[in-house]
Nanobody, 118 residues
Framework: VQLQASGGGLVQAGGSLRLSCVAS????????MGWYRQAPGKQRELVGS????????NYADSVKGRFTISRDNAKNTVYLQLNSLKPEDTAVYYC????????????WGQGTLVTVSS
């Protein structure tokens, strides 16, 4: 599976962005999809994930109520809607894919930079 993330950019605090992650090489119907982020000088952390059907999502406490993950399996695409952005959301955002029984992501996108100015 090859993953291509896009949609990052510079936004003011309180603004919104929508990230997309398009998969190729395999359909994403078999994969749990996730979004991670890595801020400068920090470890990569899980932002959230979405089940194969899209019926179940989970989020890091820091983004609950502000970020939403969705997927369109027909388009082989997963999305991350970022609302009410804060400067501490500044990071490179990565999409990921893993089969349901795997503990860790098996595939990673290249990352897209989100910069939130105060």
């Amino acid at each position: 599976v090859q993953l291509q993330a896009s949609g990052g950019g510079l936004v003011q605090a309180g603004g919104s962005l929508r990230l997309s992650c398009v998969a190729s090489g395999s359909i994403i119907n078999n994969y749990v999809m996730g979004w991670y982020r890595q801020a400068p000088g920090k470890q990569r952390e899980l932002v959230g994930s979405i089940s194969i059907s899209g019926g179940s999502t989970n989020y890091a406490d820091s983004v609950k109520g502000r970020f939403t993950i969705s997927r369109d399996n027909a388009k082989n695409t997963v999305y991350l809607q970022l609302n009410s952005l804060k400067p501490e959301d500044t990071a490179v955002y990565y999409c990921s894919a893993k089969r349901p029984l795997r503990n860790r992501p098996e595939f990673w996108g290249q990352g897209t930079l989100v910069t939130v100015s105060s």
